[in-house]
């Protein structure tokens, strides 16, 4: 009999040319995992592991029902595995000293796959923790960095959780805060007033997530009477006097994360909280979200897989004539791509996060194309199941709106696009 | 009367405009007041039934029986068998600007009730057309022949004496609430010979079940049902018989006619609310609509949607009398491309939306939900291209 099967057939090559043979019977995930260097090979497992445990088993149940979600036990939980605390190293942290040497977000974009794969809401209550505190660590003082990062990592590993939310956008101010030529004319209405020892901070923001729960919001605002230039970047506590939180929008998907309007009346700031110098908060913010697009790249190459693994899952478990579904070629075909499709997300995205430091045009197209792939991927997978794909107890459609959110935080894929020319246009554009 | 577009005499085309300007009013004033965000993102469904009443009452929905005006020119009324679906999309794209779900009971009413005039059955009250699934993503093979799709299909009938006992189970169906009666669509078998047959059975008789699927994306307007019938023995006089198949094959085909165009109305209301927004909201110091970003979306969604409806107008004046059987692959097509279009053109308008379009308060999700939901329905999308592949195959 002829052996076709490549598997057996390496069998009858010489001892050389079967090792020089890739022909492991694992996973693609097992496959990715063996190319990454052994600390963050762990890391993946810890985080795989984390969010098989605690994700999954509530995933739908937040979804369907989030007017009766507590957030607290599972951000405790993900506090105390050290999933909040990545920013500052051991004993007081959790960062992986392999990761702050080498890649500053290879680490959050191995959590962010893993968490969002189960779910893109749970995922994102607890990654948006590292947006929260990312002005802190790139607001480029080391006393602040240690003294607040340390706090907040400490709090998270061991005491009271101490969540961070990130806040820039304002109802009238969305992309414009996002670009750096929208900054220039944007219509921004959250003002900071020099006062004696502080500054006083009138104004809203909108859509913050996690902004209903977080202890502490880094905040930008422009200095009273000037623009965007002037952004100041304030550690704003949710018991100052005159903070409140104020609607709480609903969503179509990423539920389990609240976005909450937040309202600033007179709430007086001292000085101590400005992170970084003042008027230095657009360049925080641009870093920021340098940093933070790729993460959302790792969110929704989550998102996709989430949905990839679904639908390759009741493939195998639904039969149609007396056959699997995963038997058939025309579905083979179909889950062919959609394999392909999650392989370049996770190319570009491990890609744009391999450098130390992430710049601005490799995130935004890492963020832009990933997100455009879970929507598609999400897509196919509907499309893959037919009818159950919107019957919310398979999961698929959830992945799908999840996933649509993707193409518009952090920047909507039209101004990522124009951040990317942005960053190019003097080295290769003009 | 004077004549139609196809000069079948039935309707003039100010009588259509007439028709399609009430379904447009009807719109606005009965199913937009019911989607306030308030009553949740889906606007308050405990006021469908009212509104189906009152699309019944001025004969926009066809539901059986005397005094009730929908039957014949409403959508998917008598009037179909003469002058095609044209008439029905137009209504159907008119209510679903507002309202995917409302449109979606429309459509189903309709279809009971078409079924029951083209078999010649006699309804009473809200009806629904069930034809059976089959076990297989070839359905043209099936829809082409009884014995076929006698092997293949989730319910069917076996002749014993006089009597057509009829047993199986249905997924999915789409319904509107308060269906009075099925029409069944089911292929049968009597010794060694096969044939389609359509009967009645009343929603109440309790050896039909019907199960609400739960849980469903979008479209909570209308019910999705499973319907499981227990051996229901008919009288071979309530049964009618569709000896060339031609009738189950227009019936199918129209199903996903409907469905198209409840997707092209709910991607035109997505376009116009996009178009309203970009006028009305500034970044980068203008309107957005100023910003070629913004202007590229809603012109793709425009083309995307314009592209469907010169497909939906090439299948409206096609009728019963004309031969179905090219029909099948053509709604199929339709389906399938009008499908990933419309939600294509709903998806890149939410965007015009930024973040507000991901909320519940611009019903932008709600269109996302209902198009998405829509696209998945009457199978996977494997099953409309083998469709289109086994038609070209059978006509070579
Ligand atoms: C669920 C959710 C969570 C969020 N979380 C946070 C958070 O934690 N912190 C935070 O600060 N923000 C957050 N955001 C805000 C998010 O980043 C903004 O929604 C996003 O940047 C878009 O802004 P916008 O919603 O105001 O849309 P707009 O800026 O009004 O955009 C509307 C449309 O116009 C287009 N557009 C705008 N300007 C231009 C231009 N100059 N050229 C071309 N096209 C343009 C956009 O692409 C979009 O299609 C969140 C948003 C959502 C929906």
């Given amino acids: 009999m002829i052996q076709t099967d490549f598997r057996h057939a390496i069998s009858t090559l010489k001892p050389l040319g079967r090792w020089l043979v890739n022909a492991y019977n694992i996973s693609t995930w097992e496959h990715d995992t063996k190319t990454l260097p052994a600390s963050y090979r762990s890391l993946r497992r810890k985080y795989r592991a984390f969010a098989r445990e605690h994700l999954v088993p509530i995933a739908l149940g937040v979804d369907r029902d989030i007017g009766h979600f507590d957030p607290y036990p599972l951000l405790k939980k993900a506090g105390r595995a050290g999933l909040l605390s990545e920013f500052m190293v051991k004993p007081i942290g959790s960062a992986s000293f392999y990761g702050l040497l080498h890649h500053m977000t290879f680490p959050a974009v191995l959590k962010a796959e893993e968490l969002t794969s189960v779910c893109g809401g749970l995922g994102l209550l607890i990654l948006d923790h590292d947006l929260g505190v990312a002005p802190i660590m790139l607001a480029g003082d080391l006393f602040q960095y240690l003294k607040w990062m340390g706090k907040i990592a400490y709090a998270n590993r061991y005491g009271d959780l101490c969540l961070a939310a990130f806040a820039i956008t304002e109802p009238s101010a969305g992309s414009d805060v996002e670009d750096s030529d929208g900054a220039a004319k944007a219509r921004l209405s959250t003002f900071a007033r020099p006062v004696d020892n502080g500054y006083i901070i009138n104004g809203r923001k909108v859509f913050i997530s996690n902004g209903g729960i977080a202890k502490y919001i880094t905040l930008f605002a422009a200095i009273k009477g000037e623009g965007a230039e002037s952004w100041t970047c304030f550690l704003v506590d949710k018991d100052m006097k005159g903070f409140s939180v104020g609607r709480h929008e609903k969503k179509m998907g990423q539920r389990a994360s609240d976005a909450s309007e937040l309202v600033l009346e007179d709430v007086f700031v001292p000085n101590s909280r400005v992170l970084g110098r003042v008027r230095s908060g657009w360049a925080i913010n641009r870093n920021v979200l340098a940093y933070s697009r790729v993460g959302v790249a790792a969110i929704s190459l989550g998102i996709a897989r989430g949905a990839l693994e679904m639908a390759i899952d009741f493939c195998k478990t639904h039969s149609l004539a007396g056959k699997r579904l995963m038997d058939y070629q025309d579905i083979q075909l179909a889950v062919a791509d959609m394999m392909i499709d999650v392989a370049a997300a996770r190319g570009i995205t491990w890609q744009a996060a391999r450098s130390f430091i992430p710049y601005q045009g490799a995130t935004a197209s890492a963020k832009v194309f990933a997100s455009d792939t879970a929507y598609r991927v999400g897509n196919r997978a509907m499309e893959l199941v037919g009818d159950y794909g919107y019957v919310n107890e398979y999961g698929i459609e959830k992945t799908l709106r999840d996933a649509r959110l993707t193409q518009i935080y952090e920047g909507t894929n039209q101004v990522n696009r124009l951040a990317l020319i942005e960053w190019q246009l003097d080295s290769e554009l003009s | ?396």
């Fill in chain 2, 1 to 396: 009367m004077s004549s139609n577009r196809d000069g079948k005499g039935i309707l003039s085309t100010e009588e259509q405009k007439a028709i399609e300007a009430l379904a447009s009013a009807f719109a606005k004033k009965t199913v937009q007041p019911m989607l306030s965000p308030a009553a949740g993102p889906d606007g308050d469904l405990s006021k469908v039934a009212a509104v189906l009443a009152e699309g019944a009452r001025i004969g926009l929905l066809a539901e059986h029986g005397d005094g009730r005006p929908g039957a014949e020119m409403g959508i998917w009324g008598k009037v179909t068998l003469s002058i095609g679906p044209g008439l029905s999309v137009g209504l159907l794209k008119h209510i679903s600007e507002a309202c995917g779900g409302i449109g979606a009971c429309f459509h189903a009413a309709g279809l009971g009730s078409l079924a029951a005039d083209l078999f010649g059955l006699t309804g009473n009250g809200r009806l629904a057309c069930i034809i059976s699934d089959f076990d297989d993503f070839h359905v043209m093979p099936c829809l082409s022949s009884a014995e076929t799709a006698f092997k293949r299909a989730t319910i069917k009938g076996e002749w014993k004496g006089t009597s057509l006992v009829i047993e199986g189970s249905k997924k999915f169906q789409l319904q509107a609430c308060q269906t009075a009666s099925y029409v069944l669509i089911v292929p049968s078998r009597s010794g060694n010979t096969y044939t389609w047959v359509a009967t009645i059975i009343p929603a109440s008789d309790d050896r039909l079940k019907t199960s609400k699927v739960k849980g469903q994306m979008g479209m909570r307007a209308v019910e999705i049902n499973t319907i499981e019938i227990d051996n229901i023995s008919i009288d071979k006089q309530y049964v009618a018989s569709d000896d060339n198949n031609n009738y189950v094959q227009l019936m199918y085909a129209y199903n996903l006619v409907g469905m198209t165009a409840v997707l092209t109305g709910i991607a035109r209301g997505a376009i116009a609310s996009a178009f309203s927004y970009a006028r009305e909201r500034y970044q980068g110091g203008d309107l957005i609509i100023r910003h070629p970003a913004i202007r590229l979306l809603i012109a793709e969604s425009e083309m995307q949607v314009i592209a469907i409806e010169s497909m939906l107008d090439g299948i409206a004046g096609h009728t019963p009398n004309d031969t179905p059987q090219g029909l099948v692959p053509y709604a199929a097509a339709l389906k399938w491309i009008g499908s990933r279009g419309c939600v294509q053109a709903i998806t890149d308008c939410l965007q015009v939306f930024g973040g507000y379009g991901y909320m519940e308060d611009y019903g932008m999700e709600k269109r996302l939900r209902d198009g998405q939901t829509l696209k998945s329905m009457a199978g996977p999308s494997v099953t409309h291209q083998h469709t289109v592949m086994d038609a070209r195959e059978a006509w070579s």
